[in-house]
Structures are given as structure tokens and as C-alpha cells.
């Protein structure tokens, strides 16, 4: 993807004067460009950076306008996004999936919610580093890792050998009791993730281990964040995005994070949050509120003995939304034969015209990976975003429309167009 900018500077007897945009020559020039976005001002935040951090220079041009000026065409391309995870499950293999998928349907627009993120593209994301624990999935190439026992999320392609080999992380408190007998714990040194991180020249950590991997997730974030100077993407109900202490250390290394916890493409959060939006709108006092959620993978095994931080942080996103104290309980359970399909049942209690009673019931059914790799694969984009504009700290935004527990909650409708803000350079976070 080419990301253009035209612009003029013309020369007269050597002195510089900027004549803005209307350059039909260059203009003319950048629209034969295949791919090519013109913006009829570059950003500030969006140039400067994006040269600092070392994106390719693929033109600069110099045209004659007359016989005593000249003018200049600078385009940029948007580089690869290099991402490395923490965790090779079964959100980590939708991940991979997905982006080779539509690298072979390029004209699939299924399923995508921004299509071109401030010039990336879906495909352009890459893999390049990956961590686990497993005995099965350590030393694989990623291509058969994402494949390999317990993971059972859906197929939705073949993927070619990466060249990446899941490498050994701490374990800390990665793998519990209750998870020994699903994850079988390699006998490998682990590595230095910091120094990986480096070498690999990642751009973008994601965490993907299971939910109550405090000490874990913190060494992720601190080895990120502090170590390698990447971006940090916080995808389980950990809270460290929103741990001050955890910004002020992505401040002062001017790294972006976002987290905690992904509101997945279309699950149960983000409906749940859309049904109580639609009785607060229509005048109907919520009473009870649950979701029940349920399904056969290692993450729901997990969910059952240590989803406290999930119960949290699904809770807190439906709370927020209400001027008032309800009853809302979630809860989980392990059915070994849904394998990756999540079951959630929603069910809303309330009344209203003269306290006539109501009774919502929703039956979601969806591929749980998949909808936590639709949100990533914006939220990759985003952190690159920043990276690029050399924003570092919380991404607001971001947090509020793809996180469940972001560090400031808004609106559904608020944070979309917040997002968009972001995206389009209007926002700095
Ligand atoms: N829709 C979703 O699926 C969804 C939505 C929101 C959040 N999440 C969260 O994302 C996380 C990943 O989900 P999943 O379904 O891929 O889980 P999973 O259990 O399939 O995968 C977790 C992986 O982490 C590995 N692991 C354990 N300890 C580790 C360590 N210290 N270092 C590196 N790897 C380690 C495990 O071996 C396993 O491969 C979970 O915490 C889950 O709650 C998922």
C-alpha cells in the first residue's frame, strides 16, 4: 500500500516559497500510483515520525513547474507491521489464520471492520516472533504450532511455513494446577523475550496467555514496553493498561498500549452492551441482568477455575453503561464438545409502562477465536498508528472501542467515533 503525499515548494531565484497543493502535475502523477491515498495536507504527526522510525522513501521527485520554480513529490510506503505473541492458542491461531486468508482473497471484505487503518492493511501484518510453553507447540514452526493440540479452534485455511519458531517463555504463572493436564509444560530454557523482541525487530507485542497470568502478563508488558520499546497490546483481563504505573513507563518510553482485555468482534459484551443501551433508550428500568457464557476450549477450562479478572472486566463494561445499581452476574462453564464455539446466553429483566414487566432472552453462537482476531488485527493497526506518530501511553480510544476494561470507559457509539478521530490524525490518542 502506498501512502502519498503531494506537495510544492517551488524555488525562485533560490529563494523557497510554498505553494500548497494545487499541483495538477504531481497530482496527476501520484493519482497513476497504484494504490496511492493523497492527502491534500500531510498530518505533521504522521510525516515526521514516519520518516524517523525508518519507513521507506520510495520517491522523492523533482519537477519543473516553470522555467524558474520547481516542485517536489515525496511518497511514502507503509511498511510491514511486525507483531510477535505471547501465547499460541487458539486466538493467536485465528490471528494467522485470518491474515493469510485474505492475503489469498484479496477482495474479500467479509468480516474486516476498517479495511485500510491509516494505510495498513489487514495484510500487512506480520508474524514474525512468537512465545508459548508447550512441549507441542515450542520449537514448531508457527505455521503447525497454531495447529497443534489443545487448540481446536476452526480451520479456516492451510498456512505455509512462517520461518517463526514459537521459542519458550517463562512460565510463571502461565500454566495453573487446573491446566496441567491441557498444556504439557516444555522442558526448554526460556528465552529472553526482551532481547527477541529486539532482534526480531517486532513492533507490536500482543498478549494472548490465559486469563490470570498476572506475573506472566506483567513480564510480557515490562519486557515490551520497557525493554524492546514496542508497542504492548493487552488482550486478556489482566489489569495492566489500566495500572498507572504501566503508563507512566509507556509514556517515558514513548510506546503505545492497549488493553485490557478484547471486546471481541461480535460477542457477548458488545451485544449485551448494545440491549441494555436499547432499554435505557426506551425508558425501561433494567433489574437483572446475566450471560451465561460456554464453550469446549482451554480458554473456558481456565475461565472456570480462575475467571475472576474476566468476571471483572465483562461486568465493569456492562456496569459502566448504567446510571444505576443492578443485578448482573456472568458466569462460565466448560462443554468439551462446542470445542472453539462459544455459546452465550443473555438474558435482561426489567419494566416499563406502568412496570409491566420485560424479559429479553439472546442466544449467541460464534467461533470465539475469530472474534477476538477481528479486534486484533484493527488494534495491531492502531498501535502502529501511534508508533509511527511517536504517541506513546494508553491509546484512549482504541482501549474504549476494542477493549473490554479500557482505562476510561465511553459509549460504544462515542468511542467509534473517537476511533475514527484517531485514525484519520485528529486525535492523538
Ligand atoms: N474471544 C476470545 O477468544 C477472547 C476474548 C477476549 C479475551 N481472550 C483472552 O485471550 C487469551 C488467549 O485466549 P486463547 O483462547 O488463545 O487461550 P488458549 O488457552 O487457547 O491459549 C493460551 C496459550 O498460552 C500459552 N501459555 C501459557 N503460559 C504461557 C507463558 N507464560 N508464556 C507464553 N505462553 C503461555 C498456552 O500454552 C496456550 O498455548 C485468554 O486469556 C482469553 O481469556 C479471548
Redesign the pocket.
Known amino acids: 500500500m502506498l501512502l502519498g503525499w503531494a506537495s510544492c515548494y517551488a524555488f525562485s531565484k533560490g529563494k523557497r516559497q510554498h505553494r500548497g497543493i494545487p499541483l495538477s502535475s504531481s497530482l496527476l502523477w501520484l493519482h497513476r500510483q497504484e494504490g496511492c491515498h493523497i492527502f491534500s495536507r500531510p498530518p505533521r504527526t504522521l510525516l515526521s515520525p514516519a520518516l524517523e522510525v525508518g519507513h521507506s522513501l520510495l520517491h522523492v521527485g523533482i519537477i519543473p513547474l516553470t522555467t524558474r520554480s520547481i516542485g517536489a513529490i515525496i511518497i511514502l510506503t507503509m511498511g510491514k507491521i511486525r507483531v510477535a505473541v ?8 485465528a490471528l494467522v489464520q485470518g491474515i493469510e486468508y485474505y492475503k489469498n482473497h484479496p477482495d474479500e471484505k467479509v468480516g474486516i471492520l476498517f479495511e485500510n487503518i491509516g494505510g495498513y492493511q489487514v495484510t500487512d501484518v506480520e508474524i514474525v516472533a512468537a ?4 512441549e507441542r ?1 515450542v520449537g514448531q514452526d508457527l505455521s503447525e504450532a497454531i495447529f497443534a493440540p ?2 481446536n479452534t476452526e480451520k479456516l485455511c492451510d498456512v505455509p511455513t512462517m520461518g517463526v519458531k514459537v521459542q519458550m ?4 504463572d ?2 495453573p494446577e487446573h ?1 496441567k493436564s ?2 504439557k509444560v516444555a522442558k526448554e530454557k526460556p528465552v529472553d523475550v526482551g532481547l527477541v523482541l529486539k532482534e526480531t525487530g517486532t513492533d507490536v507485542l500482543v498478549n ?4 490470570g ?1 498476572k506475573e ?1 502478563t506483567r513480564y ?1 508488558a515490562q519486557q515490551a514496553i520497557e525493554i524492546a520499546k514496542v508497542a504492548f497490546i493487552n ?3 489482566e489489569l495492566v493498561v489500566s495500572d498507572d504505573k504501566f503508563e507512566e513507563l509507556a509514556i517515558k518510553n514513548r510506546v503505545p498500549m492497549i488493553g485490557d ?2 471486546k ?1 468482534q461480535l ?1 457477548a459484551t458488545i451485544l449485551n452492551r448494545a440491549l441494555l443501551k436499547l432499554c435505557l433508550q426506551r425508558g425501561v428500568k433494567i433489574d437483572r441482568v446475566y450471560q451465561l457464557n460456554y464453550a469446549g ?3 473456558f477450562v ?2 472456570v477455575f480462575r475467571g475472576a479478572s ?1 468476571h471483572l472486566t465483562k461486568e465493569t463494561a456492562l456496569r459502566s453503561l448504567l446510571p444505576y445499581e443492578t443485578d448482573i452476574a456472568t458466569s462460565f462453564a466448560y462443554v468439551a464438545n462446542q470445542k ?1 464455539r ?1 455459546i452465550a446466553r443473555i438474558e435482561i429483566e426489567g419494566r416499563k409502562w406502568g412496570g409491566a414487566p420485560l424479559r429479553i432472552s439472546v442466544e449467541l453462537s460464534v467461533n ?2 475469530a ?2 482476531a477481528g479486534v486484533m488485527i484493527d488494534m495491531i493497526r492502531c498501535a502502529k498508528l501511534a508508533l509511527d506518530r511517536g504517541v506513546g501511553g494508553r491509546l484512549v480510544s482504541v482501549c474504549a472501542y476494542y477493549a ?1 476494561h479500557p482505562p476510561i470507559q465511553y459509549d460504544d457509539e462515542e468511542a467509534f467515533k473517537m476511533l475514527q478521530e484517531f485514525i484519520e490524525g485528529r486525535r492523538e490518542r
Open positions: 505471547a501465547g499460541v492458542g487458539n486466538c493467536a491461531s512465545f508459548d510453553v508447550d507447540k489443545p487448540n517463555g517463562p512460565v510463571f502461565g500454566v491446566l491441557f498444556v494472548l496467555i490465559p486469563t497470568s506472566a510480557y488482550g486478556i483481563p482485555d478484547f471481541s460477542g476450549n482451554t480458554d481456565n475461565l474476566k472453539d462459544k470465539d477465536s472474534d477476538a473490554k
